[in-house]
């Protein structure tokens, strides 16, 4: 269920912590750590705050947007996950989306189409839904990129999601081109 200020306060209570602070405390653990266990547990969490519209400008405030965008350069592959996650919960609102593409968040999305985890895959195909605009179809939408969602669309028997995703991926996108 979505948040707005009341149910947030009812929710936080008189003596809890407001949303920004604990959020502001989520990023400072996770900037702090060096235990792995520990950052795919705060990462997992953060990626689980952008569902809600209500934590987007906080997300935007805190740089949580960017955090997300470092996970997928690690090589663990938690975190890649949670990272695109994150990015695909948030990219739906636009000044999200705006955020990830001006800090060259594109490339590292498409990089995820080829992981080995289905989620990621499901993640970045999501993300992908969402970031491609007018002003980045060319980076999208190359012929190698193009192809890569083609064969998920086609991949229907080996796994429905991924052929869903990559459908309606080509069916806003890519079919109108044609």
């Known amino acids: 269920m979505f948040t707005n200020d009341q149910r947030q306060g009812e929710r936080t209570g008189k003596y809890g912590t407001p949303r920004l602070q604990y959020l502001q405390e989520l990023v400072s653990q996770f900037q702090n750590t060096t235990d792995e266990e520990t950052k795919e547990k705060i990462a997992a969490n953060l990626a689980n705050f952008a569902y809600d519209p209500y934590n987007y400008s906080f997300l935007r405030q805190l740089n949580v947007l960017e955090?997300?965008?470092?996970?997928?350069?690690e090589p663990n592959e938690k975190l890649v996950e949670f990272g695109i996650g994150g990015i695909c919960n948030s990219c739906v609102d636009p000044a999200n989306a705006a955020i990830l593409t001006q800090c060259d968040g594109i490339p590292l999305v498409i990089q995820c189409l080829s992981s080995p985890v289905r989620n990621t895959v499901?993640?970045?195909?999501?993300?992908?839904?969402?970031?491609?605009?007018?002003?980045?179809?060319?980076?999208i939408l190359k012929p190698e990129v193009v192809d890569v969602i083609?064969?998920?669309a086609a991949a229907q028997t080996v796994n429905v999601s991924f052929s869903n995703l990559a459908k309606a991926f080509l069916d806003k996108h890519v079919s109108k081109d044609k």
């Open 67 to 73: 955090l997300y965008l470092d996970c997928l350069t």
């Open 122 to 139: 499901n993640y970045a195909l999501g993300a992908l839904y969402y970031l491609c605009n007018k002003s980045n179809r060319e980076e």
């Open 150 to 152: 083609e064969r998920y």
